[in-house]
């Protein structure tokens, strides 16, 4: 509601003032781009998609085992806290040159950056998860002689679903944000694909209304990305749970 | 069925929370512990239990009676069911971390079920049970490996008082039914009174034993609103103004 009377105002302050399209374009002359566009867009959309979306898989890969190892033992959390927290807070933007040149394949590349930008909330969170199983259900665990593969199957990684959920939901974000961050990088290098390439290109040209239409895309995606993993959250504990 | 020896249990942190605690407790008893909180009640069961070991002297078990797998029920305060399983699943966690196949052991989950009155509750979450069939689900878990020591720490204090008198009872009847031997870890004088058997009274911490007093109460309907309920009531309380002057 509030945001088609905004898109209305955005629209009429353009025609009102005649702002050109290459200062500020409408949302009409936007979405007329995204159309006409749409053989370079489309593409350029689902290629940063595809490294986002094996990036997220692959922090939640490596963000679930290490926590699990640090759960474990003393010796990994403190092996692997310190540079968990390195490299979360190092501008990716800083990195992403070296990782670009060290890894040949692009595709590659791209996912190790988007990677690093969003594992850590899913191991953070996953680790809370993991020390916050109730210590009467461990309790009850050594009571009955569990091994140390039934204690982390069977109660601590349940336990801990809510949390990893709740890391997964803004990794998924993050993992968006390190794609386009690391194609930026790789597109002044000369490759060629992704939201960002297009960004950059339509801005060299001039084509402004081309790159708000790729902005667009961006934010739609980026939407539709934290909706659905909250909707997967709230489907997983609904089963889990019971209603 | 067991002997304390002077047990005394410091933490790793300095703090002394039981001192050269020694008791007895035969087969069929029904032990109250009783004291103020943070005496180390909840401490002296998880020694019993053997889930911590004393840092001084010992606990010895009469011959045959060293607990196997399976030989201790534990209740916590808190149901602490998983919410991720059923009634029946959760009943059937000490059977399936001790080896038994599920179809193993369905007649013993239902039979737990049935003993705490929810057979028809097998395929509940704990999300659907109130505080009081959660508690009785706990209960099901602890006897569904048949143990001959239940140990219970406070497992009515979050319960609403309807609820606590009607899982009092039913315990209780458990309890004359089964000849089980059961420590029974409570702040409540009246609660101490109404089920147990004996009542050890323990003294702020570090805990140690003040008080040892037999119940004589006979059963039936009126057991509490009975004379001897009500003198034994006075005596517990007599013993604990006793430990909170020192
Ligand atoms: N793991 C622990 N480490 C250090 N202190 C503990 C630990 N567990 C209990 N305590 C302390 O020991 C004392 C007795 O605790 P507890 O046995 O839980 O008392 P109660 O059950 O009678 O309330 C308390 O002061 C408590 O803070
Ligand atoms: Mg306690």
Redesign the pocket.
């Known amino acids: 509601m509030f945001g088609a009377v905004g898109l209305g105002l955005w629209q009429a302050t353009v025609w009102a003032l005649g702002v050109p399209p290459y200062v500020l374009p409408g949302p009409v002359a936007i979405v007329l781009a995204i159309f006409q566009d749409a053989g370079q867009l489309v593409p350029a959309l689902f290629s940063t998609l595809m490294v986002a979306i094996t990036a997220l898989l692959a922090a939640t890969g490596i963000g679930v085992a290490l926590a699990v190892a640090m759960a474990a033992s003393r010796l990994f959390r403190a092996a692997i806290q310190p540079w968990a927290v390195i490299l979360q807070v190092t501008p990716v933007v800083a990195i992403a040159p070296l990782i670009i040149l060290w890894v040949d394949q692009p595709f590659a590349a791209l996912v190790v950056c988007a990677t690093i930008v969003a594992f850590f909330p899913i191991l953070s969170n996953t680790a809370a998860g993991l020390a916050a199983t109730p210590p009467e259900l461990t309790d009850l665990f050594q009571l009955y002689g569990a091994s140390r593969a039934q204690s982390l199957f069977w109660l601590s990684l349940p336990s801990a679903v809510p949390n990893f959920l709740v890391g997964l939901r803004i990794s998924g974000t993050l993992a968006l944000v390190g794609a386009v961050v690391a194609e930026f990088v790789a597109g002044s290098g000369g490759f060629a694909s992704g939201l960002a390439y297009q960004i950059i290109e339509a801005s060299y040209r001039l084509e402004i209304p081309r790159m708000f239409a790729a902005l667009v895309l961006l934010g739609l995606s980026g939407i539709v990305i934290y909706a659905a993993l909250g909707g997967l959250e709230r489907l997983v504990l609904r089963r889990r749970d019971g209603a | 069925m067991l002997a304390i020896r002077s047990v005394t249990k410091r933490?790793d942190?300095g703090?002394l929370?039981v001192e050269e605690v020694s008791a007895e407790i035969k087969s069929g008893e029904f032990v109250a512990l009783l004291?103020p909180?943070?005496?180390?009640?909840?401490?002296l069961l998880r020694l019993l239990a053997g889930l911590t070991a004393p840092s001084d002297g010992e606990i010895v078990w009469d011959a045959g009676a060293r607990p196997g797998l399976g030989d201790i029920g534990f209740v916590f305060q808190d149901a602490t069911l998983m919410p991720w399983a059923d009634a029946a699943e959760n009943v059937y966690l000490p059977l399936r971390l001790m080896g038994q196949r599920r179809a193993e052991a369905k007649a013993r989950i239902d039979a737990a079920l049935a003993q705490v009155g929810l057979a028809e509750f097998a395929e509940s979450r704990p999300k659907a049970l109130s505080g009081g069939m959660k508690m009785r689900v706990s209960i099901a878990r602890a006897l569904v490996s048949d143990p001959g020591l239940l140990l219970m720490d406070e497992p009515f204090a979050a319960l609403d008082e309807f609820t606590r008198h009607r899982l009092q009872g039913d315990l209780h009847r458990l309890w004359r039914q089964s000849g089980k031997t059961v420590v029974f870890?409570t702040h409540s004088i009246y609660e101490a009174a109404f089920l147990a058997s004996r009542v050890l009274v323990m003294s702020p911490?570090p805990g140690r034993i003040a008080a040892d007093i037999a119940a004589k109460i006979g059963d039936g309907p009126e057991r509490r609103d009975s004379a001897a309920y009500l003198a034994l009531v006075g005596e517990i309380t007599q013993a604990l103004r006793g430990v909170m002057a020192l």
């Open positions: 933490f942190d703090t929370a004291g909180s943070g005496c180390g009640k909840s401490t870890v911490r």
